[in-house]
C-alpha cells in the first residue's frame, strides 16, 4: 500500500497529491511518469511524477478529473492509500542527459498549458537546481483554472503568465506569447519544450517551426494503459510508428503527425472506433506488450 501524505485541491476539477513511494521517489527523473492504482478493481491511470523527495521517499501527482477512475481517486485525502504505484516508467527528459555546463550555454523556453503545467514544473525545477535558467510561459483559459504559478515562479528564471480571456496576466493563447517575446521583445531560445493539450502542442510547434526553434513536446495526455498494450497512444514521428508511453514521452514536435494523431483519439473513445484501429494497423496497433512481434 502507498499512503497519501496530503492531498488538496488546486482549482476545479484539478487535484494534487504527495504520496508515499520510496523506490520510485529514489530513482525517477524530470519527464518520467508513473502508474497508480486506487484499489485492487480500479484502472490503471498513468500520471506524470510532478514533483519528488528522495530523502522524504515521496512524488507528487496532479491530476485532472475526467473518468470514473480520477473522480474516484478525487475522493482520496491523507491518510489514505493507493493500491499500486509502479514506476518510474518513460524515458526521462532530454535535457537530464546533458552537462550543467552545456545546459548553461542554452536558452531554453518552456511552454506550459493547463495541466501540461505539473509535467514541465520538475524540469524547470531540475534545471534550477542545476543553475541553468529557463523562460517560462503557463497558459490558461482563466485566472481560476491556473496551477502552480508561486512554485513555477521559485524556479523559473522568467515566468510568462497568460489567459485565453485575460483575466489575469498576458492576453491570449500562448502562441502569441511565444511570438511577443521573439519578434516584439528580442528574445532568442535555442529550444522549446512544451506540454499541454495536443491542439495546443500541434500550434505552437506551428509557431516554434515559423520561428525556427527546435522544439520537444510531451504526449502524455494521450496516454491510457502506460506499458504500450492498449495502442491509444500510437502516433506517428517523421513517419515511423511510436507509442508515447513507451518510447517517450517526449517527441521532436515538429515531426508529430498532430492531426492523425487526434483523429486517433475520437476513434479510440468507442468500442467500434477501437475495433476498426486494431484491424487497419494489424500488428503495429500495440507495441512492446510481450504477446506479439509488434
Known amino acids: 500500500m502507498y499512503p497519501i501524505l496530503e492531498a488538496k485541491e488546486l482549482t476545479t476539477n484539478i487535484y494534487w497529491m504527495e504520496v508515499e513511494a520510496k523506490r520510485v521517489a529514489k530513482s525517477c527523473l524530470p519527464g518520467q511518469f508513473l502508474i497508480v492504482r486506487t ?19 515521496t512524488v507528487v501527482i496532479v491530476f485532472q478529473v475526467v473518468g470514473a477512475g ?30 550543467p555546463e552545456a545546459l548553461r550555454g542554452k536558452r531554453i523556453l518552456f511552454v506550459a498549458g493547463g495541466v501540461g503545467t505539473a509535467p514541465v514544473y520538475p524540469q524547470v525545477k531540475w534545471l534550477h537546481e542545476q543553475g541553468v535558467g529557463a523562460d517560462v510561459i503557463v497558459g490558461a483559459k482563466t485566472k481560476d483554472l491556473l496551477i502552480l504559478e508561486k512554485e513555477m515562479e521559485a524556479v523559473a528564471q522568467n515566468l510568462y503568465v497568460t489567459t485565453d480571456d485575460g483575466s489575469y496576466g498576458r492576453s491570449g493563447m500562448v502562441t502569441k506569447t511565444i511570438q511577443d517575446l521573439v519578434e516584439k521583445e528580442g528574445k532568442q531560445y535555442d529550444v522549446c519544450i512544451a506540454i499541454g493539450p495536443m491542439i495546443m502542442m500541434k500550434f505552437v510547434c506551428k509557431m516554434t517551426e515559423g520561428l525556427k526553434i527546435p522544439t520537444v513536446v510531451s504526449l502524455n495526455p494521450i496516454m491510457v494503459d502506460g506499458t504500450g498494450m492498449c495502442g491509444a497512444c500510437r502516433v506517428s514521428v517523421g513517419g515511423q510508428v511510436k507509442f508515447a508511453c513507451v518510447d517517450g514521452p517526449e517527441f521532436d514536435g515538429h515531426l508529430v503527425n498532430f492531426d492523425e494523431a487526434m483523429q486517433r483519439q475520437q476513434l479510440y473513445k468507442t468500442a467500434e472506433g477501437r475495433a476498426f484501429l486494431a484491424v487497419k494497423e494489424g500488428d503495429t496497433h500495440h507495441g512492446n506488450c510481450g504477446n506479439c512481434d509488434a
Open 39 to 57: 484499489d485492487k478493481d480500479s484502472e490503471r491511470i498513468p500520471l506524470t511524477i510532478c514533483d519528488y523527495d528522495r530523502e522524504k521517499g
Open 70 to 99: 480520477t473522480h474516484k481517486m478525487a475522493k482520496l485525502k491523507a491518510g489514505d492509500c493507493f493500491c499500486d504505484v509502479a514506476g518510474p516508467l518513460g524515458c526521462p527528459s532530454e535535457l537530464t542527459k546533458e552537462t
